[in-house]
């Protein structure tokens, strides 16, 4: 990186945009946040951006866009992702990972084994992000999911317990260190303990100083001493360090707290500042000069990258912004680039089928499923000329890990159970389609980001009530929530089989069914029928 960039590069630096990792504009998913070739390619050429966040597209297609994208750039890009549960979970062909809670439960077990997995987890994530070309793992999440309700961390986080996340997020991010990518602990000072999504609105932390040292800091500083590269902001309103501004712009938090108190040398990245939780309260022109101002390095995701470029240069000229708090940050971002070699031939891979979901590494992600997997003992459900597969879902217009090749719907299908989707808004049309049949429901919920709510609604819950009493239900199985399944045990019969899985990709199907279907190893999972 050249050290005569204008004091415009320098800027453009700090900022990083979301783009597609598909490679036509006419298969961009979400044209308000991602921008298109054309304009990426002038940003990237015009402001000398510092990189990119990307989202979707397969693993070939990610090793062919970030080659391309670094061509187009006049610096080398940090190229990023939200690869929480591995780089499965937003590019397919790669290894997908159960959410991190399912470490959880393998830890309230087996501690020593949960931090191998992590750690495992960390090194294979790491593997195979370089390998298509990203450089930048915006994981893990180090929040303490403490509060059951909360819509948008939920199985994201490493559990509930301070020690158990401290403990295994380290294991994460050693892992990650095998390889020359960054790793960034998130949502700081701890997204944990809200019922709202700050995606959506801006939600407040009222807890002391004193509980936030033992609980939502510690895996934090646990991160810091394991040399963490990044810490993320989270949009939040944490009372006892400020009362006037949230996390994100806050000087009190970012730069006395995190660097100051805690030692943070490392990068400051803002969470995504078109969320709701910060877009709603503050405009963008002053959006960016704020979180500079707070002592953040990287601007992710600003509404517009040239209003915020432009908005920091008025800041500087007018002396509302120190050159020096620019240079300081810029000096970070150069320094991290160097340390971790990224350059212009960084994504180019001729060996990607070599790195990418290999053997050894789906063995690691089926172990993670079994070994967090649940089951009512030796129930099964037994086979019926005719009857109804009840399948719900939260979002079927946004569902990668259902097809009609899935597990969940090829096996209960060779036993007679005849798939029927729903969206769990809509469950209440179950009523005018139900027969007299016998009937088995599979549930995917989890907390996910805009959805706005952490599992069942109202609705659904009363209707799920409805259902389990019905004398032809034949059996449950849940995919994601652990909070779900724990309000289904209040009202489901004992001799009803039930199974829970914290994945719900095919392979998490696939072992709630060969259990709960006692399927011996001469089922083809593929084909939906015995060898």
């Known amino acids: 990186m050249t050290s005569q960039l204008s004091l415009k590069e320098k800027i453009g630096q700090l900022i990083i945009v979301r783009t597609t990792g598909y490679i036509f504009d006419h298969q961009i998913r979400y044209p308000a946040w991602e921008a298109n070739n054309q304009q990426l390619q002038q940003w990237l050429s015009e402001l000398n951006l510092g990189g990119v966040i990307l989202l979707g597209g397969s693993c070939a297609e990610i090793s062919y866009r970030t080659q391309q994208l670094q ?104 892992g990650t260190q095998n390889y020359p990518v960054i790793n960034t ?70 730069t006395e707290q995190l660097r100051k108190t805690m030692g943070f040398e490392g990068l400051i990245v803002t969470d995504a500042l078109i969320m709701g939780g910060v877009a709603k309260r503050v405009p963008p022109e002053q959006i960016a000069v704020k979180a500079l101002q707070a002592g953040a390095d990287i601007l992710l995701m600003p509404e517009n990258p040239q209003v915020a470029i432009n908005s920091i240069l008025k800041a500087v000229e007018s002396g509302e912004l120190k050159q020096t708090r620019i240079d300081e940050s810029f000096n970070r971002v150069k320094q991290i680039k160097q340390l971790k070699n990224i350059n212009c031939q960084s994504s180019i891979n001729p060996n990607l089928r070599e790195q990418i979901n290999l053997r050894t590494s789906k063995a690691v992600v089926n172990e993670v499923l079994k070994q967090s997997s649940s089951f009512n003992g030796n129930l099964t459900i037994k086979k019926r000329d005719k009857g109804i597969n009840l399948m719900v879902i939260d979002d079927l217009l946004n569902c990668d890990f259902l097809d009609r090749q899935s597990p969940g719907v090829t096996i209960p299908a060779s036993f007679g159970y005849q798939v029927q989707l729903f969206e769990q808004r809509n469950l209440f049309l179950w009523e005018k389609w139900a027969k007299n049949e016998p009937l088995i429901l599979q549930l995917f919920v989890r907390g996910n980001p805009f959805k706005g709510i952490a599992g069942l609604t109202s609705t659904s819950q009363k209707i799920c009530q409805d259902l389990i009493k019905y004398d032809k239900f034949q059996g449950l199985m849940i995919y994601g929530s652990p909070y779900v399944m724990t309000w289904f045990k209040k009202y489901l019969p004992e001799h009803i089989p039930y199974g829970f899985s914290y994945g719900q990709m095919s392979e998490a199907q696939g072992i709630l069914c060969k259990q709960l279907f006692k399927l011996s190893t001469d089922f083809d999972m593929e084909r939906g029928n015995f060898l």
């Open 71 to 174: 061509e187009w750039a006049k610096t080398p890009l940090l190229i990023s992702a939200d690869i929480e549960e591995g780089v499965g979970q937003r590019f397919s062909g790669a290894s997908w990972f159960p959410p991190p809670m399912a470490l959880a439960e393998i830890a309230s077990r087996n501690i020593s084994l949960a931090e191998e997995y992590a750690y495992k987890m960390g090194e294979i994530t790491a593997q195979e992000a370089l390998a298509i070309g990203i450089n930048w793992i915006l994981a893990p999440v180090v929040d303490i999911n403490n509060n059951p309700n909360n819509p948008v961390i939920n199985v994201r986080a490493f559990g509930d317990n301070p020690e158990t996340v401290s403990k295994l997020t380290t294991a994460f991010i050693k």
């Open 185 to 254: 602990a998130k949502l700081f000072p701890g997204h944990g303990d809200t019922s709202t999504d700050s995606h959506l609105e801006l939600p407040r932390i009222p807890h002391d100083k004193n509980r936030l040292q033992k609980i939502e800091l510690k895996p934090f500083q646990e991160a810091i001493k394991a040399k963490v590269d990044a810490i993320m902001t989270a949009h939040l309103l944490v009372e006892a360090f400020d009362k006037d501004n949230l996390a994100t712009l806050s000087h009190r938090i970012l």
